[in-house]
């Protein structure tokens, strides 16, 4: 059942990241007049959007000294960063259409507390430029809005906001999102140019996508590169008798919510039952307790999701930001680590971590989408080249990368995977696996399978790596493959050389 947001009176609250949606009364009868007062049920949904710090405007406060700045176009002089182009084409074309910026966005500007300007770059202070977001248009294609944005903190006077006296800046979160008119991104294939300059040395850590075959790119002078489609994101939901509530999630709430005013309860959780008023709890934030929460109610959810929406937006929040020292056993440096990228409801709040040689990474989702048709799974992951060297070995063959995939039954299943290489990143996509919480595991099947044979001058077309279990024990040969002087045994049921190499008689 949906609700009028007419019909409800709303509480806000949040803490450490978890945002709760508190209605209190709702006034419905069984042909929905505001007749009755509804007892004994309410609603819980889950959505973790991943997104976090994109703006169409540029503000500071003074109050907690925080900043967001959208960026401008790069014909304008207020510096870096900035908007440098907006490409589009349908899904499946080759020829991208360049898009133009035609006007400003018509943002609202709400936040009472906020001071909203734009102002030009500031390098030696690390200070980025602040503008305005554009909406964009092509022929044949939907007008769309792109907001891109760096938010961080500041020290100083906040009346000095925007100069050098006394001031420091610490940019750390970076979001770009595409929109059209109904706040959804159209279902067509984006690339997005951003120069970053100096600023990209501020970015570290991983970024989430929310984006389908996504690829990434970043040059040593700055310029970032972001290309995919927009997906579809499932919102989970139910409305459940209080007394069908999980146990051990009425035990998690009341730990969270002492006293029971910091969430916006007016009865202890413990208490709930048949006479209790109607209210509401959405789950929204990037951590784990979305993700544990999906789990408690994945029976009481069901197979369908509530409602769905379009959404083309990678971003960095604060779990993904903070200084990592080593993934594995690698140590690396500061720095755009990698974009992970899925169509799920929810996923794990922190980076892919390294089992085995093996990425592994935890995704959750309803069976079947609003529409009733099939929730069929995507999964990219745009990794810094010296790092996946490090995972893998400095010998790696990329088309050996593959995706396998282990569902709640124990049975693992290897799964469609593409290949593409940049300037700087290996860019690893794979679909066509199934929901409800299975976890991803991107490893190196060296020689058990053979390799993709995919153009990096273009987006992968996805293809099938194996149709195999790794442990499968069925007969395979070997052969020599040479480059230069430079040779390679393969080892598989069907063995090919790499790209490059010959075989050997």
Known sequence: MRYSKSLVKKKYWQKVFVTFLSVTFLLVNSTGADSAITFG????????SGLGVSSPTSFHTGTNK???????LCDSDKGFP?????????????TWTHMRPWGKVAAKKNCQFCKYTTWESIPDKNLPAGGEAYNWSASGFEEVSLSASLSGYFTGDPNSFGTSDGMTYQP?????????AFRNAPENEYEVHLKLGLFSKSLSGWFIGRLARPSLDLTSSGDLTISGESILLQNAGSEINYSDLPPDWIADLVKECIPLSYCGFESDPQSWNEHTPWQSIGYLANNEKTMKTFSQFENIFGNKAQNQYRIWAISNFSDWVKPISKIGNCSISEGFLG?????????????????????????GSTHLRADGSLNSGSYGVSLRKDLAKCVWGDQFI?????????YKDGKPEVIATSFKSTDSFYNFNASGFHYSIPTLSMKNF???????????????????????SPKSTVKKTTITCAKGKVTKKVTAVSPKCPTGYKKKP
């Open 41 to 48: 049920k309410m609603w819980v949904s889950v959505l973790q």
């Open 66 to 72: 925080t900043f967001t700045a959208s960026f401008p």
């Open 82 to 94: 900035c908007i440098n182009k907006l490409l589009v084409r349908k899904l499946g074309a080759k």
């Open 172 to 180: 750390t979160g970076l979001g770009v999102e595409i929109l059209d």
């Open 339 to 363: 974009l992970v990228s899925t169509n799920s409801t929810v996923f794990s709040s922190d980076p892919p971590i390294v089992i085995d040689e093996a990425l592994s990474y935890r995704v």
């Open 398 to 406: 990329p088309e050996f990368i593959g995706v396998e995939v282990a």
């Open 446 to 468: 060296k020689s058990e399978v053979q390799p993709l044979k995919v153009s990096v001058s273009e987006t992968a077309t996805t293809e099938a790596i194996a149709k195999i």
